[in-house]
């Protein structure tokens, strides 16, 4: 494939449509947070990761698969913890069986503002994917989202 080719014309304004389509996502999301939560996206999304671990063996994220879950870096990922643990909504802890580990837990507060900005999430991504519906470059990727089973 030469620059030129069509085909990777093709691939590249398809990749374009769905930066685009994210991009929409996100910013009316990250909107949405912080007016009504004082949240951001990703604080949001971190919150989300973490509400989802459970208590026991196996049942915690290390801080790499946590930065892979929100797509971060580690060092941004840790800088994001910290940011919420000073707010009162996350808790580091070290690992009981390697000491080198560091894991996070959600605090009551944080898991009672999760569950009060769940809500404002799913209506802006509602009304971001609506919205996004109506421009015929990215009917498509919507309907392709909206498809999506993704197991939980």
Same mark, same amino acid.
């Given at each position: 494939?030469?620059?030129?080719?069509?085909?990777?014309?093709?691939?590249?304004?398809?990749?374009?449509?769905?930066?685009?389509?994210?991009? @929409?996502?996100?910013?009316?999301?990250?909107?949405?947070?912080?007016?009504?939560?004082?949240?951001?996206?990703?604080?949001?999304?971190?919150?989300?990761?973490?509400?989802?671990?459970?208590?026991?063996?196996?049942?915690?994220?290390?801080?790499?698969?946590?930065?892979?879950?929100?797509?971060?870096?580690?060092?941004?990922?840790?800088?994001?913890?910290?940011?919420?643990?000073?707010?009162?909504?996350?808790?580091?802890?070290?690992?009981?069986?390697?000491?080198?580990?560091?894991?996070?837990?959600?605090?009551?507060?944080?898991?009672?503002?999760?569950?009060?900005?769940?809500?404002?999430?799913?209506?802006?991504?509602?009304?971001?994917?609506?919205?996004?519906?109506?421009?015929?470059?990215?009917?498509?990727?919507?309907?392709?989202?909206?498809?999506? @089973?993704?197991?939980?």
């Amino acid at each position: 494939m030469t620059a030129t080719d069509p085909a990777l014309t093709a691939i590249a304004q398809s990749w374009c449509a769905l930066s685009l389509l994210h991009g @929409k996502i996100e910013a009316r999301i990250e909107r949405a947070l912080q007016a009504g939560h004082g949240l951001s996206a990703r604080e949001y999304s971190l919150l989300d990761v973490l509400s989802r671990q459970h208590n026991g063996t196996g049942g915690h994220l290390q801080m790499k698969q946590v930065a892979d879950a929100v797509v971060l870096s580690q060092s941004a990922t840790t800088r994001l913890v910290t940011r919420l643990e000073d707010r009162g909504l996350l808790t580091r802890y070290l690992c009981d069986t390697d000491r080198r580990g560091i894991y996070t837990d959600v605090t009551e507060a944080g898991l009672t503002l999760l569950e009060a900005a769940r809500p404002t999430n799913d209506t802006a991504l509602r009304a971001a994917l609506d919205e996004a519906a109506e421009n015929p470059e990215l009917a498509p990727l919507v309907r392709a989202v909206e498809e999506l @089973k993704v197991p939980v």
